[in-house]
Protein backbone atom coordinates (compact mmCIF):
# COMPACT_ATOMS: atom_id res chain seq x y z
CA UNK A 1 0.00 0.00 0.00
CA UNK A 2 0.96 3.86 -1.15
CA UNK A 3 0.77 6.81 0.91
CA UNK A 4 1.90 10.30 0.29
CA UNK A 5 3.21 12.46 3.63
CA UNK A 6 1.58 15.47 4.09
CA UNK A 7 5.23 16.99 4.10
CA UNK A 8 4.56 17.82 1.00
CA UNK A 9 1.78 20.19 0.66
CA UNK A 10 0.91 20.93 4.64
CA UNK A 11 3.07 24.38 4.71
CA UNK A 12 0.72 25.88 1.66
CA UNK A 13 -2.38 24.99 3.06
CA UNK A 14 -4.49 26.62 5.98
CA UNK A 15 -7.63 24.04 5.60
CA UNK A 16 -6.73 20.24 6.33
CA UNK A 17 -9.54 18.90 4.47
CA UNK A 18 -8.12 21.27 0.45
CA UNK A 19 -4.82 19.54 1.65
CA UNK A 20 -5.82 15.91 1.68
CA UNK A 21 -8.11 16.72 -1.48
CA UNK A 22 -4.23 17.73 -2.70
CA UNK A 23 -2.95 14.39 -2.06
CA UNK A 24 -6.13 12.53 -3.28
CA UNK A 25 -5.83 14.44 -6.77
CA UNK A 26 -2.30 12.73 -6.98
CA UNK A 27 -3.94 9.60 -6.95
CA UNK A 28 -3.43 8.43 -3.71
CA UNK A 29 -5.90 6.67 -1.53
CA UNK A 30 -3.62 6.73 1.76
CA UNK A 31 -2.35 9.46 3.22
CA UNK A 32 0.50 9.75 6.18
CA UNK A 33 -0.07 12.98 8.45
CA UNK A 34 3.32 14.58 9.22
CA UNK A 35 5.04 16.31 11.54
CA UNK A 36 4.33 19.78 10.10
CA UNK A 37 0.35 18.94 10.75
CA UNK A 38 -0.38 22.82 12.81
CA UNK A 39 -3.74 22.36 14.96
CA UNK A 40 -5.45 24.83 12.70
CA UNK A 41 -5.69 21.98 9.52
CA UNK A 42 -7.07 19.13 12.15
CA UNK A 43 -11.42 20.32 11.47
CA UNK A 44 -10.56 19.82 7.83
CA UNK A 45 -8.49 16.60 8.23
CA UNK A 46 -11.31 15.36 10.48
CA UNK A 47 -13.45 16.32 7.93
CA UNK A 48 -11.97 14.24 5.09
CA UNK A 49 -11.62 11.45 6.86
CA UNK A 50 -14.84 10.85 8.38
CA UNK A 51 -16.80 11.55 5.03
CA UNK A 52 -13.88 9.05 3.03
CA UNK A 53 -12.11 11.49 0.83
CA UNK A 54 -9.12 9.43 1.79
CA UNK A 55 -7.58 7.21 3.96
CA UNK A 56 -4.72 7.46 7.20
CA UNK A 57 -1.91 4.93 6.80
CA UNK A 58 0.18 6.80 9.58
CA UNK A 59 1.37 9.64 11.57
CA UNK A 60 4.83 11.02 12.18
CA UNK A 61 5.58 12.31 15.51
CA UNK A 62 4.85 15.25 16.85
CA UNK A 63 1.32 15.62 15.39
CA UNK A 64 -0.66 17.52 15.91
CA UNK A 65 2.08 20.46 16.45
CA UNK A 66 2.37 20.84 19.89
CA UNK A 67 0.34 24.30 20.66
CA UNK A 68 2.77 27.68 19.49
CA UNK A 69 4.58 25.68 17.12
CA UNK A 70 3.40 26.29 13.56
CA UNK A 71 6.43 24.68 11.37
CA UNK A 72 7.72 20.99 11.16
CA UNK A 73 9.86 20.13 14.14
CA UNK A 74 9.98 16.08 15.04
CA UNK A 75 12.97 17.31 17.46
CA UNK A 76 11.23 20.23 19.57
CA UNK A 77 11.28 17.84 22.12
CA UNK A 78 13.62 14.67 22.33
CA UNK A 79 13.10 11.36 24.43
CA UNK A 80 16.71 11.59 24.95
CA UNK A 81 16.87 14.65 26.76
CA UNK A 82 18.92 15.47 30.33
CA UNK A 83 16.09 17.56 31.21
CA UNK A 84 13.18 15.91 32.64
CA UNK A 85 10.68 18.22 31.51
CA UNK A 86 11.25 18.13 27.96
CA UNK A 87 11.53 13.97 28.30
CA UNK A 88 7.99 14.53 29.63
CA UNK A 89 6.63 16.90 27.19
CA UNK A 90 7.85 14.62 24.85
CA UNK A 91 6.18 11.42 26.21
CA UNK A 92 2.92 13.43 26.32
CA UNK A 93 2.95 15.14 22.80
CA UNK A 94 3.90 11.85 21.57
CA UNK A 95 0.84 10.11 23.59
CA UNK A 96 -1.35 13.21 21.80
CA UNK A 97 -0.14 11.59 18.66
CA UNK A 98 -1.23 8.29 19.42
CA UNK A 99 -4.47 9.65 20.71
CA UNK A 100 -5.27 11.10 17.66
CA UNK A 101 -3.63 8.04 15.58
CA UNK A 102 -6.69 6.31 16.76
CA UNK A 103 -9.15 8.94 16.30
CA UNK A 104 -8.09 9.66 12.48
CA UNK A 105 -8.41 5.12 12.20
CA UNK A 106 -3.94 4.75 11.26
CA UNK A 107 -1.78 1.71 12.26
CA UNK A 108 1.40 3.53 13.04
CA UNK A 109 3.12 6.02 14.10
CA UNK A 110 6.73 7.20 12.95
CA UNK A 111 8.72 8.44 15.94
CA UNK A 112 12.62 9.86 16.15
CA UNK A 113 14.51 8.61 19.10
CA UNK A 114 16.61 11.86 20.21
CA UNK A 115 20.29 12.37 20.32
CA UNK A 116 23.19 12.85 21.74
CA UNK A 117 24.37 15.75 22.81
CA UNK A 118 27.74 16.37 20.98
CA UNK A 119 29.13 18.37 18.37
CA UNK A 120 27.48 17.90 14.93
CA UNK A 121 29.83 15.94 12.56
CA UNK A 122 27.36 15.06 9.74
CA UNK A 123 26.95 18.28 7.70
CA UNK A 124 30.92 18.73 7.49
CA UNK A 125 31.56 14.82 6.43
CA UNK A 126 28.93 15.64 3.98
CA UNK A 127 31.03 18.26 2.58
CA UNK A 128 34.18 16.69 2.36
CA UNK A 129 32.61 13.65 0.56
CA UNK A 130 31.16 16.35 -1.75
CA UNK A 131 34.60 17.91 -2.24
CA UNK A 132 35.82 14.15 -3.51
CA UNK A 133 38.07 13.87 0.30
CA UNK A 134 36.19 10.45 1.34
CA UNK A 135 39.41 8.72 0.13
CA UNK A 136 42.05 10.84 1.95
CA UNK A 137 42.76 10.12 5.58
CA UNK A 138 41.56 13.26 7.26
CA UNK A 139 38.14 12.34 6.23
CA UNK A 140 39.16 8.68 8.17
CA UNK A 141 40.34 11.33 10.88
CA UNK A 142 37.09 12.74 11.05
CA UNK A 143 34.82 9.37 11.04
CA UNK A 144 36.69 7.96 13.77
CA UNK A 145 36.58 11.33 16.14
CA UNK A 146 32.80 10.92 15.11
CA UNK A 147 32.56 7.29 16.47
CA UNK A 148 34.55 7.52 19.39
CA UNK A 149 33.14 10.73 20.61
CA UNK A 150 29.11 9.17 20.45
CA UNK A 151 29.95 6.38 22.21
CA UNK A 152 32.17 7.58 25.21
CA UNK A 153 29.06 10.32 25.19
CA UNK A 154 25.64 7.96 24.37
CA UNK A 155 24.90 6.37 27.37
CA UNK A 156 22.69 8.22 29.66
CA UNK A 157 20.93 10.06 26.22
CA UNK A 158 20.03 6.45 25.25
CA UNK A 159 19.19 5.85 28.84
CA UNK A 160 16.67 8.17 28.69
CA UNK A 161 15.71 7.55 24.94
CA UNK A 162 15.16 4.23 25.87
CA UNK A 163 13.45 4.75 29.00
CA UNK A 164 10.86 7.70 27.44
CA UNK A 165 10.21 4.40 24.90
CA UNK A 166 9.37 1.78 27.30
CA UNK A 167 6.21 4.05 28.78
CA UNK A 168 5.40 5.08 25.44
CA UNK A 169 5.45 1.42 23.86
CA UNK A 170 3.00 0.55 26.60
CA UNK A 171 0.39 3.14 25.52
CA UNK A 172 0.57 2.32 22.27
CA UNK A 173 0.26 -1.79 22.50
CA UNK A 174 -2.99 -0.65 24.24
CA UNK A 175 -4.12 1.48 21.31
CA UNK A 176 -3.55 -0.98 19.40
CA UNK A 177 -0.85 1.27 17.86
CA UNK A 178 2.86 0.18 16.10
CA UNK A 179 5.30 2.22 16.51
CA UNK A 180 7.84 3.19 13.85
CA UNK A 181 11.60 3.97 15.30
CA UNK A 182 13.24 5.58 12.22
CA UNK A 183 16.77 5.06 10.90
CA UNK A 184 18.12 8.66 10.88
CA UNK A 185 20.97 10.18 9.15
CA UNK A 186 22.58 12.71 11.82
CA UNK A 187 25.41 10.11 13.15
CA UNK A 188 24.40 11.81 16.61
CA UNK A 189 21.11 10.38 16.52
CA UNK A 190 19.24 7.43 18.30
CA UNK A 191 19.50 4.49 17.75
CA UNK A 192 22.67 4.61 16.45
CA UNK A 193 23.12 2.44 13.50
CA UNK A 194 25.87 0.51 15.37
CA UNK A 195 23.40 -0.31 18.04
CA UNK A 196 20.37 -0.95 16.31
CA UNK A 197 20.59 -4.45 16.49
CA UNK A 198 20.81 -4.14 20.46
CA UNK A 199 17.75 -2.00 20.47
CA UNK A 200 15.77 -4.26 18.92
CA UNK A 201 17.03 -7.41 21.18
CA UNK A 202 15.67 -4.68 23.91
CA UNK A 203 12.44 -3.69 22.39
CA UNK A 204 11.03 -7.39 21.48
CA UNK A 205 7.21 -6.04 22.02
CA UNK A 206 5.98 -5.95 18.39
CA UNK A 207 4.10 -2.70 18.45
CA UNK A 208 7.97 -1.70 18.40
CA UNK A 209 8.70 -2.10 14.74
CA UNK A 210 11.82 -0.92 11.92
CA UNK A 211 11.01 1.81 10.08
CA UNK A 212 13.13 2.13 7.04
CA UNK A 213 14.17 5.82 5.64
CA UNK A 214 15.87 5.32 1.98
CA UNK A 215 17.05 8.69 1.63
CA UNK A 216 18.65 8.66 5.69
CA UNK A 217 20.33 5.58 5.21
CA UNK A 218 21.75 6.47 1.76
CA UNK A 219 23.12 9.63 3.42
CA UNK A 220 24.85 7.07 5.86
CA UNK A 221 25.89 4.85 2.88
CA UNK A 222 27.08 8.20 1.30
CA UNK A 223 29.05 8.85 4.69
CA UNK A 224 30.55 5.71 4.72
CA UNK A 225 28.82 4.11 7.97
CA UNK A 226 26.40 1.56 6.13
CA UNK A 227 25.98 -0.64 2.70
CA UNK A 228 21.94 0.69 2.50
CA UNK A 229 20.87 -3.09 1.10
CA UNK A 230 22.61 -4.91 3.22
CA UNK A 231 21.74 -2.67 6.37
CA UNK A 232 17.46 -3.25 5.39
CA UNK A 233 18.43 -6.96 5.14
CA UNK A 234 19.70 -7.16 8.69
CA UNK A 235 15.73 -5.54 10.45
CA UNK A 236 14.05 -6.77 7.27
CA UNK A 237 12.07 -9.03 10.34
CA UNK A 238 11.09 -5.88 12.11
CA UNK A 239 10.44 -4.03 9.28
CA UNK A 240 7.01 -2.56 9.20
CA UNK A 241 7.12 0.37 6.20
CA UNK A 242 9.24 2.81 4.47
CA UNK A 243 9.71 6.68 4.00
CA UNK A 244 10.66 6.92 0.14
CA UNK A 245 12.81 9.42 -1.05
CA UNK A 246 15.58 9.75 -3.37
CA UNK A 247 18.82 11.34 -2.76
CA UNK A 248 21.06 13.91 -4.76
CA UNK A 249 24.80 13.66 -4.20
CA UNK A 250 25.52 13.46 -1.19
CA UNK A 251 22.73 14.29 0.99
CA UNK A 252 20.33 16.22 -0.44
CA UNK A 253 17.19 14.35 0.00
CA UNK A 254 13.45 14.15 -0.28
CA UNK A 255 14.40 14.01 -4.14
CA UNK A 256 11.79 12.35 -6.42
CA UNK A 257 12.72 8.72 -6.66
CA UNK A 258 14.63 8.24 -10.21
CA UNK A 259 15.98 11.87 -10.10
CA UNK A 260 19.05 10.94 -7.17
CA UNK A 261 21.02 7.77 -6.78
CA UNK A 262 19.44 5.30 -4.92
CA UNK A 263 19.11 1.63 -6.30
CA UNK A 264 15.71 1.03 -5.73
CA UNK A 265 15.85 -2.24 -7.44
CA UNK A 266 18.49 -3.06 -4.67
CA UNK A 267 15.95 -2.45 -1.86
CA UNK A 268 13.12 -4.48 -3.69
CA UNK A 269 13.39 -7.99 -2.07
CA UNK A 270 12.75 -6.62 1.17
CA UNK A 271 9.59 -4.97 0.05
CA UNK A 272 6.60 -6.73 0.80
CA UNK A 273 2.86 -5.62 0.06
CA UNK A 274 1.83 -5.38 3.44
CA UNK A 275 4.64 -2.77 3.65
CA UNK A 276 3.32 0.95 4.37
CA UNK A 277 5.02 2.50 2.29
CA UNK A 278 5.25 6.11 2.49
CA UNK A 279 6.24 8.72 0.20
CA UNK A 280 8.36 11.67 1.90
CA UNK A 281 8.83 14.32 -0.66
CA UNK A 282 10.26 18.19 -0.37
CA UNK A 283 7.48 20.88 -0.54
CA UNK A 284 9.43 22.56 -3.63
CA UNK A 285 8.57 19.44 -5.79
CA UNK A 286 5.77 19.98 -8.33
CA UNK A 287 2.82 17.62 -8.52
CA UNK A 288 4.22 16.61 -11.86
CA UNK A 289 7.50 15.58 -10.22
CA UNK A 290 5.64 13.91 -7.71
CA UNK A 291 3.66 11.50 -10.29
CA UNK A 292 6.98 10.83 -12.23
CA UNK A 293 8.89 9.90 -9.09
CA UNK A 294 5.90 7.62 -7.88
CA UNK A 295 5.23 5.97 -11.05
CA UNK A 296 9.34 5.61 -11.26
CA UNK A 297 8.57 4.00 -7.66
CA UNK A 298 6.31 1.57 -8.33
CA UNK A 299 7.50 0.60 -12.12
CA UNK A 300 10.57 -1.20 -9.88
CA UNK A 301 8.84 -1.95 -6.68
CA UNK A 302 5.43 -2.84 -8.13
CA UNK A 303 1.62 -1.35 -7.91
CA UNK A 304 0.89 -3.03 -4.35
Known amino acids: MYSLSTCWNSARHTDGRAMLQEVRDQGFEWAELSHGTRISLLPGILDAVDSGLIRISTLHNFCPLPMGVTQAAPNVFQFSSD ?41 RLLDMVGDGQKDAPRYQQVCEEASLKREQRKERYVTNAY ?17 GIENREALEEIPLESDLFLFFREFTNPAVCYW ?12 GFI ?8 YA ?14 GRDHRPPGKGMIDFAALK ?18 ADEVKEGVAHLKGIWGQE
Open 269 to 286: PWVKAEHLKVFELSPSLT
Open 83 to 123: NPRERENAFRYTIKTLDFAVRVKATLVVLHMGSIDMKEYTD
Open 237 to 250: DRLAGFHIHDVEFP
Open 163 to 179: ETLHRIEKEAAARGLKL
Open 212 to 223: HDTGHAQIKENL
Open 227 to 234: QHAMHLES
